[in-house]
Structure formats: structure tokens, C-alpha cells
């Protein structure tokens, strides 16, 4: 019998529009505008006490919410408006003050039995959710300054070892290195020495005054992988802090050789934001100085905790917080607190090397800060800002040196259990390993993210209805059939984003129009072969059958081609491009499915299996 579909056939088509409702449904439940509150330090907690306060300053200052709860030591604060928000975030960084963050957020309000079956809406992008935008650039002058200072002090280890005896080791302002000797012997000794061990210098001979000296050079290659690594250091570093926040959805990546762009949907407060994510800090192990140590080897720097408290500590650096791969907080068998280091391979070369000759000598911690002032300056009669980066230094603990060192050990001699959980949680995060500065940064509001949803469902809408009426007023039934599938079209696409997560953008959305009018598309090419068929005399199942089968080649051709520019879009394009592709192609998808499998369902539910001798298309 023509035109009735086999079983499996139909349970395919109920079964997939009846998991295509559930899990779109998630996407009819707008989020909570919230507050985020979460502890500063990792031992601070957010408990049911902490909720009281909050709760009970809320009802104070007469600020509507609609729920409070507190899970995992964080809080969770609902309001029942984007102003109630603001105001609520106000009055709670006062009531709990510095020791908390306090963040704002959207909140899920998906029911449960939604979400125990892994049904969520789908994850609204920065233009359509509201957040905070960041670019931000490394400096990678300090960068490979730092790698020059570890060199330093490896190129000196080398010549001790191998006992070539040398004036100086330092620096230049042009990013080299001066090696230099009493004689020309020892200088060409060691140039031998470092080619060997030091594939990557470019080592040339000098002949000062009174010196016989190697300039080095890095090669063009190094440099590139000290910039690389340098931009992935910081954006794991920033990637984790940005997961401190509790944003869903954040974007951390690369752009260009030394920018990072850093986007957090769904977060107005851009000032906790920056606070948080921009904390440029880095660490330093050095020995402290002999006493009877030269003043030209030494710097004196006082400690973070103790005001007036100073140590004498080697210019030489062991390692930075960059080669430390993990740190935990524990306690030692006499019970005091001690942090536990775990180093990469070539920071625990060098940790093991130094402090070889170094036990029951002490081993500072050095908490290096980079920061900025900004001062006005006069260029061609106008005032300028011009910014002035400098750096602070600061002691964080001084412990004694009980053996070698390795990838792995501890440092004790910290004073207290909170000194020893924050610092484990410092090296933890991870240090940047160069500083970032902020080169831009932009608030996208709440009111604004809204506008965009409010546009996009329209457009959607319009766009909609006018094809709906085209079909219904052209093909009549069959245009009711095809208007009903272009519903569970939408309905699948939805459902689609969301099972994948996927993030949608304003191009998204426009990638969503675009595929309402392909979907029809397909269905106009059935409905004109059919009354081709029909026209030429063939009876109305034949051509109903015809109909279908021969338009499916075409449909098949003209939707290939374009999902396959969608798959490309989407793999060479960046946010907006990409965010178009992904509905583009889940659109074509989605359209073929519903074109060729459920309109002919309904056609065949309507008209399959009659004795029909005309039909009205």
C-alpha cells in the first residue's frame, strides 16, 4: 500500500519529537537575577550562620528576595528583579565586608525532575546574557626578563660545577646575558661548556677592557616558546581564578601573539571581576644570604605578615611559583603546618641542584607583585595618562632546609595553619607567569542582554508568521502540514543546543531565521513535484509517493552543500562567526530530518492509504 509508513518509522518520529519537547522544555524557564557570595580564602565558608546575616540585613533595608540558600561553603541569594539585585549586592558586601566575594550572577530555575535527567536550557552568550568584557596584555618583556634570571642563576650553578671560575653573571637591558672571566682561556672553556648544554644560546666572544667576556643571546625560536608558554601559563592561571567566580560559560583565550580575552556572561560587577582575575603575582625561591655574603650578591626585603621584620636573601633565584605543578597544605609529625610542593621536571632539576649544598640553610618564599601607578603627564600641551609599571617584593615564609629537594617537598616554619592553607592555595591557582595588564574593558548590562533576547525573539517570531501564512495561504492542507513540522523543527533545534550545551549568540539567532526559511524550502520542493505528478495525470498516491522520493535527491544536494560552509564556518570562524554556524548547521539538520520523515507522517496520517482522486494543492 502506498503512502503508510512502517512501525519503526513512526515510533523513530514520535519518540524524537517527544525527547525533543523535554528537553527544550528547560529553555521556558528564565534564570534568577542572584548574588554569588563565596570566601576570599579557601577555609572561609559560607554556612547557614553567613545566610542568616544576609537574610536578616536584606529584611532590614527592606529588599525583596526569593530565596537564600547556602551549598558546597558557597552562597546563593535570589532576587525577584535585576534592581533588587544591585541594591542586594550593595547591602550584602557591607554586612559581610572584605572577607567574602560578592559577585552577581544569573541562577538556573529549572525544576529537578528536569535536571536529574540532564535537561537544561541552552547557555545564553555575552551579547544576549550581559557581562564583563576584558582584553587584556602580557608583557612579555618581563616575561623573558624572568627567563633570563633563572638562566642566571643555572649558567652559574654550570660554572661551579665544573669549576671555570668567572667575575660576573648578569642581565642586559637589551634581554642578553654577560658572562664574564679573568682570561681568555676560561671564557673560551665555557662557551664550549654552554653550546653543550645550552642548545638555545647564541653565545658570542667579547673583549672588554678588563674582561674577557660571552655575550648570549636567545635564539628567535626560544623566544617564541618563552612567549608561548608565557600565554599558557596565564591563561590557566586566569582560567582557574575565573573559575572562582562560579561562571558558566566563561570564554578564556588567546588573542594574537600577547593579548588574552577573558568574557564572563552573566557577571555586571566588573570591579570584583578585575579584582580577582588581574591579581598579577608571581613567586620566588631564594636562599638567604650568608652573613659574611657581599652586598653586591644580596637584597634585603621585609616580610608580608610582619611589619618591620626584614631578611637578607641571595640575588640568585632558584625557581619562580611557574614551575610548581601542585601544593597542599598539611601538617608535619611534630604537628606543625607545612605545605607540600610538587615541581615540574626542569623546576625540580634546578630546586635539587641548589639546595644540595644548601641544608639547615633557610629558604625564603618571595611574594612578587607587579603593579601599576598612572601619572599625568603633558604631551604637546594635552594631559596624558601614562602608566608606570613597578614591582613589590615581599617575604612570605623563611624555612629551614632539612634535606635535598627534589619535584618533591615541603616547606615548614610557617606560622600557623591559615599561613600554610594560603599559601598552598597561592601556588595551587597557579602564579601568572608574566604580568597582564588591562587594555580594555567593557560592562554588557543585564537591561541591554535583554533588549537583544527581546529583538531576536521577534525577528524569530516575524519571520515565523510570515511563512506560516505564505504555506497556509498557498498550499493550503499541505501548508498546515508543513507549518506544523517547521514547529517541531524549532522545537528539535532547540532541543539540539541545549543537550549540546552549545552557546547562543545574537548570530545564532540569526542563524535560526535563516534556517525557518530553508526548513520550508524542502517542503516547497515536495509540494511542486507532487502537483507536477499530478498535473501530468498520475493518480494521488503515485503522486504523493513520486513527490517525495524524487525531490529527496534535490533537497539532499542543496542541504549538503550548506551544512558543509556551516561545518567550515565552524571550524575556522571565532565567537559571532561560530556561534551562527553551529545553529546554520544543527538548522539544516534538524530541517531535513522534520521535511523528509515527519511532514511525510503527517501526509501520510491525512491522506495515506485512501482511494483519493484529486487532493487540493
Known sequence: MLNRFPLWKTLLVIITLAVSTLYALPNLYPDDFAVQISGTRQEVKVDNRTIDRITRALDESKISYKAA???????????????????????????????????????????????SIGAGPMKLGLDLRGGVHFLLEVDMVTAVSQRLEVYVSDIKGNLRSERMRYRQVETMGDGTLAVRFADVETRDSAATMLKGKFPEFMITNLDEANYSSLKINLSEQT???????AIKQNLTTLRNRVNELGVAEPLVQRQGRNRIVVQLPGIQDAAAAKRIIG???????????????????????????????????????????????????NFDENGQPQVSI?????????????????????????????????VMETVDGAQVAKRIPYVEKKIISLATIQSTLGNSFRITGLDSAQESSELALLLRAGALAAPIYFVEERTVGP??????????????????????????????????????????????????????????????????????????????????????????????????????????????????????????????????????????????????FTAILVTRLMVNLVYGGKQLKTIKL
Open 69 to 115: 540558600e547556602a551549598a558546597d561553603g558557597a552562597g546563593l541569594i535570589r532576587f525577584v528583579d535585576g534592581e533588587a539585585q544591585l541594591v542586594g549586592r550593595e547591602v550584602i558586601g557591607r554586612t559581610l565586608g572584605e572577607t567574602y566575594t560578592v559577585a552577581l550572577n544569573l541562577a538556573p530555575t529549572t525544576p529537578d525532575w528536569l535536571t
Open 223 to 229: 623566544l617564541r616558546e618563552i612567549e608561548d608558554y
Open 447 to 592: 537591561s541591554m542582554g535583554a533588549e537583544n533576547i527581546e529583538l531576536g525573539m521577534i525577528s524569530v517570531q516575524i519571520g515565523f508568521a510570515v511563512v506560516m501564512l505564505f504555506m497556509l495561504a498557498y498550499y493550503r492542507v499541505f501548508g498546515l502540514i508543513a507549518n506544523i513540522a517547521l514547529g517541531f523543527n524549532l522545537v528539535i533545534l532547540v532541543a539540539v543546543m541545549s543537550i549540546l550545551s552549545a552557546t547562543l549568540t545574537l548570530p545564532g539567532i540569526a542563524g535560526i531565521v535563516l534556517t525557518v526559511g530553508m526548513a520550508v524550502d524542502a517542503n516547497v520542493l515536495i509540494f511542486e513535484r507532487i502537483k507536477e505528478e499530478l498535473k501530468n495525470g498520475m493518480p494521488v498516491q503515485s503522486a504523493i509517493n513520486a513527490g517525495f522520493g524524487r525531490a529527496f535527491t534535490t533537497i539532499l544536494d542543496a542541504n549538503i552543500t550548506t551544512l558543509l560552509a556551516g561545518v567550515i564556518l565552524f571550524a575556522m570562524g571565532t565567537g559571532p562567526v561560530k556561534g551562527f554556524a553551529i545553529t546554520l548547521s544543527v538548522g539544516i539538520v534538524t530541517s531535513m
Open 279 to 329: 591579581k598579577t603575582a608571581n613567586l620566588e625561591f631564594r636562599l638567604e644570604a650568608k652573613p659574611d655574603a657581599s652586598r653586591a650578591t644580596t637584597e634585603t626585603y621585609p616580610f608580608r605578615s610582619e611589619e618591620g621584620r626584614t631578611a637578607v636573601l641571595e640575588r640568585d633565584v632558584i625557581i619562580t611559583g611557574s614551575s610548581v605543578a601542585n601544593a597542599q597544605s
Open 342 to 374: 610538587s615541581l615540574d621536571s626542569k623546576g625540580g632539576q634546578l630546586m635539587s641542584r641548589v639546595t644540595r649544598d644548601a641544608i639547615q640553610r633557610r629558604m625564603a618564599v618571595l611574594f612578587v607583585e607587579h603593579k601599576a601607578r598612572t
